[in-house]
C-alpha cells in the first residue's frame, strides 16, 4: 500500500522528465465531446430533437388558435418548395450586400487599427469616439441614408460596413497592443524594427482578437443589410425587400419563410468563419476546448 | 609602467544612477554603481527585492538610459549593442510566441534585423538550430507548440533561442524563479553545457544564493535604499560544477560567505535609514 503510493509521488518527476503534457482523449473516441463520432450518441442529439418537436408542437398549436399570428408550418414549407428560386435570388442579393460591406469594414478597420497601434496621437484622438460609437445602435441612422443615397445598393453597404467597423477597430486595435512585455523586451534587445514587430508579433497576437470581432460581426451585416432593405421600401430586391412586400399583403408565410432563409444563411456565414477560425488559430487555447 | 590601453570590458557601468518618479516619491534604484566585467565571465546578481539588479539588466540592454553616468557594452552603447545584435536577452517567463513552434521560436530571431547580421564577423554564422534544440533535451519538442511543453522546457527553448543568436553578452532575469526546484537544477546543468560550448559573457540576476554561486566566476551582492553593489565576490571553484559540487565543503563555504554579505548590506540598509529619520 505504501509502495503503491509512493509510486504515485514519482510520476510528476518522470512527467517533468520528458517535459511533455500527455494528449487528450483521442477525438475518434465516442467519449470525447468534440468527437465527430459522438453525435451517434443518443444524449447529445436527443435532447435538441425533444426541444425542436416542442417548439414545432407549440407553433401548430398557436396556428390553429390564432391564425393572424402565425402562418402554419407547412404554409411556410409550400411557398419554399415553390418558388426556391425566388428565396434564392434575393438570399444572393442581401448576402452580397452584407459581405461587401463586411470586407470593406474589415480593411478600413484593420488598417486603422495599426495606424493606431503605431501612432498614439492617433490612437487618442479616435479610440474615444470609436468607443462611443460602438455602443450606439447604428441601425438607427438607415432611414436617413436611404434619403441621403437612394434605393440602390450604396445605402445597405454604407449600414453594414458602418456596423462592422467599430467592434472590428476596437478588437484589432487591443489585440495589436496587448503583446506580452518580456515578448517585446526580447526583440527589442535584438533592435526589432516596428516593421518586423508588427508583422511577427503584434498581427498574429491580434488574431484571435479579430476573429473574436468577426463572429460578432458576421450576424450584424446580415443585420445590417436587411435593415437597410427594410427601410428603402421599392428596393429592386433582397430578403428584406421581400419580407417588407409580403407583410404589406398580409403573406404571413413568405415573410416567415424569408426569415427562415435568413436564419439559414447567417448560421452558414458563421459556420464558415468557424473553420477558418479553427485552422488559422489552432494554437489558440480558445480552439482546444471549444465544444 | 604605461601599459597598452586596456581591452574594452563586455560590460561596463560607471557611476551609474537611476531614480524612478519625481521629488518626494522618487527612488533612487541605482546610486553610484560600479561595475566591470570581463569577457566570456559568467557574473550573477544578487540582492534582497528593490535593490537595483533588475535595473542594471534594463540599462545594459538599453531598455532604460541612465539619469547619471554611463553603460558600455563592449565599448559601445547599448542602443549600438541592440543594433548590432550583440545582446541576447532571457526575460522571467519564458516570452515564447505561442503561434509558433519551438523550432520556428528560436530561429525567428537570425530573421529579425538581419542587416546586423551581415556586419558581424563571417565567422559567427548562426548556429544550427536544430542541433542545439537536440542538445538542450528538446529535440522531441521541436514541432511542438510551446503550449504543449512544461514550463522548464519553454524556458529551455527561450534560452536556445537567446544563445542561438551567438550574443556576445547574454543577459538572464531571474530565468529558474518560477519552476520547481528539480527542474532548476537540471536546467542549471544545461545552462552551463551550453555556456562552456558558446562561451558568452553572462550577466545573472537571481534571488538563490546557491545558484549564483554554482553557475558564476563572480558573485555582485547588491543592496537596496538606495540601490547599489556592495561587494564582489569572485567565486574559485573548478568547472564543470556537476551535481557533486553540492557535497563539497568549499560550495557551501561560499554560500555562507555570501549569505554573511548579504545580510550585513541589509544591516547597514536599517541604519541608515535609522540614521537618516533621527536627523
Same mark, same amino acid.
Given at each position: 500500500m505504501s509502495l503503491a503510493s509512493q509510486r504515485t509521488t514519482a510520476v510528476p518527476v518522470a512527467e517533468t522528465?520528458?517535459? &511533455? !503534457?500527455? *494528449?487528450?482523449?483521442?477525438?475518434? /473516441?465516442?467519449?470525447?465531446? *468534440?468527437?465527430?463520432?459522438?453525435?451517434?450518441?443518443?444524449? %447529445?442529439?436527443?435532447p435538441l430533437v425533444v426541444m425542436l418537436a416542442l417548439l414545432g408542437g407549440l407553433w401548430q398549436w398557436g396556428t390553429a388558435r390564432m391564425p393572424y399570428l402565425l402562418p402554419p408550418l407547412s404554409a411556410v414549407g409550400e411557398t419554399l418548395s415553390r418558388n426556391?428560386?425566388?428565396?434564392?435570388?434575393?438570399?444572393g442579393i442581401t448576402l452580397e450586400e452584407s459581405l461587401l460591406g463586411l470586407a470593406m469594414s474589415f480593411v478600413a478597420a484593420f488598417?486603422?487599427?495599426? !495606424?493606431? /497601434?503605431?501612432?498614439?496621437? !492617433?490612437? *487618442? #484622438?479616435?479610440?474615444? %469616439?470609436?468607443?462611443?460609437?460602438?455602443?450606439?445602435?447604428? @441601425? #438607427? %441612422?438607415?432611414? #436617413?441614408?436611404?434619403?441621403?443615397?437612394?434605393? =440602390?445598393?450604396?445605402?445597405?453597404?454604407?449600414?453594414?460596413?458602418? &456596423?462592422?467597423?467599430?467592434? &472590428?477597430? %476596437?478588437?484589432?486595435?487591443? =489585440?495589436?497592443?496587448? @503583446?506580452?512585455?518580456? !515578448?517585446?523586451?526580447?526583440?527589442k534587445t535584438m533592435n526589432a524594427s516596428r516593421l518586423e514587430m508588427l508583422v511577427h508579433l503584434r498581427v498574429p497576437n491580434a488574431l484571435p482578437y479579430l476573429f473574436a470581432a468577426l463572429r460578432i460581426v458576421t450576424p450584424l451585416s446580415v443585420i445590417g443589410a436587411v435593415v437597410a432593405e427594410?427601410?428603402?421600401?421599392?428596393?429592386?430586391?433582397?430578403?428584406?425587400?421581400?419580407?417588407?412586400?409580403? /407583410?404589406?399583403?398580409?403573406q404571413l408565410a413568405v415573410v416567415y419563410a424569408a426569415i427562415g432563409v435568413l436564419a439559414v444563411m447567417g448560421s452558414a456565414l458563421m459556420l464558415v468563419i468557424t473553420v477558418i477560425e479553427r485552422r488559422a488559430l489552432h494554437w489558440h487555447e480558445s480552439s482546444a476546448d471549444r465544444t | 609602467m604605461q601599459q597598452q590601453a586596456p581591452r574594452a570590458? $563586455?560590460?561596463?557601468?560607471?557611476s551609474v544612477r537611476r531614480v524612478y518618479g519625481f521629488d518626494s516619491s522618487a527612488t533612487v534604484a541605482l546610486s553610484g554603481a560600479d561595475l566591470r566585467i570581463?569577457?566570456?565571465?559568467?557574473? +550573477?546578481?544578487?540582492?534582497? +527585492?528593490?535593490?537595483g539588479k533588475s535595473t542594471v539588466l534594463r540599462l545594459v540592454s538599453g531598455l532604460e538610459e541612465?539619469? $547619471?553616468? +554611463?553603460?558600455?557594452?563592449?565599448?559601445?552603447?547599448?542602443?549600438?549593442?541592440?543594433? $548590432?545584435k550583440l545582446i541576447g536577452f532571457v526575460p522571467q517567463t519564458p516570452a515564447l510566441l505561442p503561434w509558433l513552434s519551438v523550432l520556428r521560436n528560436v530561429t525567428l530571431p537570425q530573421k529579425i534585423n538581419p542587416r546586423a547580421g551581415r556586419r558581424r564577423a563571417a565567422g559567427s554564422a548562426s548556429p544550427d538550430m536544430r542541433e542545439l534544440l537536440r542538445k538542450a533535451g528538446l529535440g522531441e519538442a521541436m514541432d511542438k507548440l510551446p503550449a504543449q511543453l512544461s514550463g522548464g522546457m519553454q524556458q529551455r527553448a527561450a534560452i536556445v533561442r537567446a544563445f542561438g543568436l551567438r550574443p556576445e553578452v547574454l543577459l538572464m532575469d531571474e530565468p529558474f524563479s518560477a519552476l520547481d526546484e528539480f527542474t532548476r537544477e537540471s536546467l542549471q546543468d544545461q545552462l552551463l553545457d551550453l555556456w562552456d560550448e558558446l562561451k558568452t559573457t553572462v550577466l545573472f540576476v537571481t534571488h538563490s544564493v546557491s545558484e549564483a554561486v554554482r553557475l558564476s566566476d563572480t558573485v555582485v551582492v547588491m543592496a537596496p535604499k538606495p540601490g547599489r553593489v556592495v561587494d564582489v565576490v569572485d567565486i574559485d571553484l573548478p568547472r564543470p560544477r556537476g551535481e557533486r559540487l553540492f557535497e563539497e565543503r568549499d560550495f557551501h563555504a561560499y554560500e555562507d560567505l555570501i549569505r554573511d554579505r548579504l545580510r550585513s548590506a541589509w544591516r547597514s540598509t536599517d541604519a541608515a535609514t535609522v540614521g537618516g529619520t533621527n536627523r
Open positions: 522528465e520528458t517535459g &511533455i !503534457v500527455p *494528449r487528450e482523449p483521442s477525438r475518434w /473516441s465516442l467519449k470525447h465531446p *468534440r468527437s465527430r463520432l459522438a453525435w451517434i450518441r443518443p444524449a %447529445i442529439w436527443l426556391p428560386g425566388y428565396y434564392l435570388r434575393n438570399a488598417l486603422l487599427a495599426v !495606424v493606431m /497601434s503605431e501612432a498614439p496621437l !492617433v490612437r *487618442r #484622438a479616435v479610440m474615444p %469616439i470609436a468607443v462611443v460609437l460602438n455602443v450606439t445602435p447604428l @441601425v #438607427a %441612422i438607415a432611414p #436617413a441614408l436611404v434619403v441621403a443615397f437612394g434605393f =440602390g445598393s450604396a445605402p445597405k453597404l454604407i449600414i453594414t460596413a458602418l &456596423i462592422c467597423f467599430f467592434p &472590428i477597430l %476596437i478588437n484589432t486595435a487591443v =489585440g495589436l497592443r496587448s @503583446v506580452p512585455q518580456p !515578448v517585446l523586451q526580447v526583440y427594410l427601410s428603402a421600401s421599392g428596393s429592386t430586391g433582397g430578403l428584406g425587400t421581400v419580407i417588407s412586400n409580403a /407583410s404589406s399583403m398580409n | 570590458a $563586455a560590460i561596463e557601468l560607471s570581463e569577457p566570456g565571465r559568467f557574473v +550573477s546578481l544578487i540582492g534582497p +527585492s528593490g535593490c541612465p539619469d $547619471a553616468g +554611463s553603460v558600455l557594452v563592449h565599448g559601445m552603447t547599448p542602443a549600438e549593442a541592440c543594433a $548590432a
